[in-house]
T-cell receptor, first 115, second 112 residues
Framework: GAGVSQTPSNKVTEKGKYVELRCDPI?????LYWYRQSLGQGPEFLIYFQGTGAADDSGLPNDRFFAVRPEGSVSTLKIQRTERGDSAVYLC?????????????FGPGTRLTVL | SQQGEEDPQALSIQEGENATMNCSYKTSINNLQWYRQNSGRGLVHLIL?????REKHSGRLRVTLDTSKKSSSLLITASRAADTASYFCATDGAGGSYIPTFGRGTSLIVHP
């Protein structure tokens, strides 16, 4: 079946603008995660959804970042008033369920560049 | 903060040699996973080892886990140029959390 998809693959925006990044998880996966990865670093956790609700949003850096998953499948990460420091690759991952067998399937990422 | 830390940061070997990467972590875990990432986009899950397991194999991959030392190693045998990638360990279970926490990764280059 299809893997995790993310759109757009690349996004260039200007400082102060609003952006939305979309993630389509694997069908049937109840858990969805957003990460941010800067060059030379590992993925940094942002937010985790179990179904429609944000089970853990402790990784969101500030209130400019928000994510939704209204129907428990597709998720959108929203960034308001973008700053140059927001430039990174934003990765989405899904897993069947939040269990001890927590294999995550990652999408290809969205490369966000804030000018 | 990143729970797992990989060592070395970079590794360069010739095709056919074995590559060993290590991961150390600070707090108790439920399980530890290794991922591979090519070209900075998308991670591919390689292997998961539970806290009550000591060793797992998958093809040319061998993972060990020593919970007393809070460390894991990933061994790739008979490496190929296609193994060139960054390798990350991810741990979860710290403080009861199921959020996988990634290290900074080991950059492996396999020369043909």
């Amino acid at each position: 079946g299809a893997g995790v998809s993310q759109t757009p693959s690349n996004k260039v925006t200007e400082k102060g603008k609003y952006v939305e990044l979309r993630c389509d998880p694997i069908s049937g996966h109840t858990a969805l995660y957003w990460y941010r990865q800067s060059l030379g670093q590992g993925p940094e956790f942002l937010i985790y959804f179990q179904g429609t609700g944000a089970a853990d949003d402790s990784g969101l850096p500030n209130d400019r970042f928000f994510a939704v998953r209204p129907e428990g499948s597709v998720s959108t990460l929203k960034i308001q008033r973008t700053e140059r420091g927001d430039s990174a690759v934003y990765l989405c991952a899904s897993s069947l369920y939040r269990t001890g067998q927590n294999e995550q399937f990652f999408g290809p990422g969205t490369r966000l560049t804030v000018l | 903060s990143q729970q797992g830390e990989e060592d070395p940061q970079a590794l360069s070997i010739q095709e056919g040699e074995n590559a060993t990467m290590n991961c150390s972590y600070k707090t108790s875990i439920n399980n530890l996973q290794w991922y591979r990432q090519n070209s900075g986009r998308g991670l591919v899950h390689l292997i998961l080892i539970r806290s009550n397991e000591r060793e797992k194999h998958s093809g040319r991959l061998r993972v060990t886990l020593d919970t007393s030392k809070k460390s894991s190693s990933l061994l790739i045998t008979a490496s190929r140029a296609a193994d060139t990638a960054s390798y990350f360990c991810a741990t979860d279970g710290a403080g009861g959390s199921y959020i996988p926490t990634f290290g900074r990764g080991t950059s492996l280059i396999v020369h043909p």
